[in-house]
């Protein structure tokens, strides 16, 4: 593995900002939260997401021109080549999406400009062991994390590796969505052999730092073109689901003095490969050795990027206004101790504390007083709504 080098990119003419619409890539909770805040903006987006996608039962959905089906991120190109819509700022929402986005000709890039890193760039942080591989060149913290090609793999490792240690897909996305779950904790070689008798090979065997939910950092920003980091957001997760190997369903806004040592590492990490565009980094910070190990970057709005806007940091406009070649007003102070909640899954991690003892029902209601509800709203019913009877009727694994 080797450090991505840096190139320059083709100068593009400027266009006014308040002309062009974005297109929106994507689906499901992180694009809902973007038509949310684009629309504050009052900046126009026209949308591609799945036919069955609950994003579609949205009040702000407005579907791309002349599309008589749902459209793939490898169809992308072919439809930019052939659409009525003359221009439009590009938003992918998903990881394939800004894949796709990232390998789009100059030609297409220049009509419909966008703010995402090269796809070698996205490719890597996409591929979780590419990723704990770049990690280990530039010696920067992260979990011990080992690639398993076959049951004979397993086999082959000492016992000590498995105990407190997670499996986990190269592309947690996908593997989510085929099969329920991000990964499986396990604490011994027996364990992962019978897990893995279900489930596909390559898979990576991580570390699993010890901690409760509250160890969970995140570090939320954007790189413009010129390579500056114009935010850093830092939030504390406070309530997660399912506990130990979840998402986050209770935050916090916390100071970045308060993370010194993650921003130090991400922004070391994102100068050397040379990143732009919005990011959302998790660290999980490790009482063991008092440092914050890296996890991940998602190269793309996540599903709570509503709540930096909400405290003054709003990546999305950013994003916006430097695909235009506008200028970017670094945005590096915010509102901290402010609350985010996502209700439906947060009531799901509260049910668990519950009946651990640990949490009345008075306590969660005052947690869910003070904070804010995202990426559902009421002015906005119908997505929360078919979102909440998708998981209702989501079979049960692990």
Partial sequence: MHTVPKIEEAPRRS????????????????????????HRKNI???????????????????????????????????????????EAVLLPCSDDWAQAVALLPPELSGRFPHSTSRSQIIETLVDKWRFAQLMETLRLPHPRTRLLGSLEDIAQIPESAFEQAILKPLASVNFSSRFGVKGFLVNSRAEALRRMQHFPFP???????????????????????????????????LRMHPAKLGNSTLMKSVPCGEVAGAVATLEHLLEQIGYRGIFSAEFKFD?????????????RPWWYIEFP??????????????????????????????????????????????????MGIVAWLRSWKKSEITPFHWRDPLPGLFYAMSQWKRPKRG
Wanted: proline share 7%; charged share 20%.
């Fill in 15 to 38: 266009r006014a900002t308040s002309a062009l619409p974005v297109l929106a890539l994507g689906g499901g909770i992180t694009l809902t939260a973007v038509l949310h805040l684009l």
């Fill in 44 to 86: 126009p987006v026209y949308t591609i997401c799945a036919e069955t996608d609950f994003v579609r039962h949205s009040r702000l959905y407005r579907p791309a021109p002349g599309l008589a089906q749902a459209l793939s991120p490898a169809d992308l190109e072919p439809y930019l080549q052939e659409t009525i819509l003359p």
């Fill in 203 to 237: 898979i990576m065997l991580q570390e699993f730092i010890p901690g409760p939910p509250s160890a969970g950092y995140f570090l939320d920003g954007f790189v413009d073109r010129k390579g500056r980091i114009c935010a850093m957001f830092a939030r504390q997760r």
């Fill in 287 to 299: 009482a063991r050795d008092g440092i914050f190990k890296l996890f991940e970057i998602n190269a």
């Fill in 309 to 358: 806007a909400l405290c003054g940091v709003d990546v999305c406009e950013m994003a916006y206004r430097d695909a235009l070649e506008q200028p970017v007003s670094p945005q590096m102070e915010y509102a901290v101790e402010r609350h985010c909640m996502f209700l439906l899954d947060d009531l799901r991690a509260w049910r668990l504390e519950h009946k651990a003892g640990s």
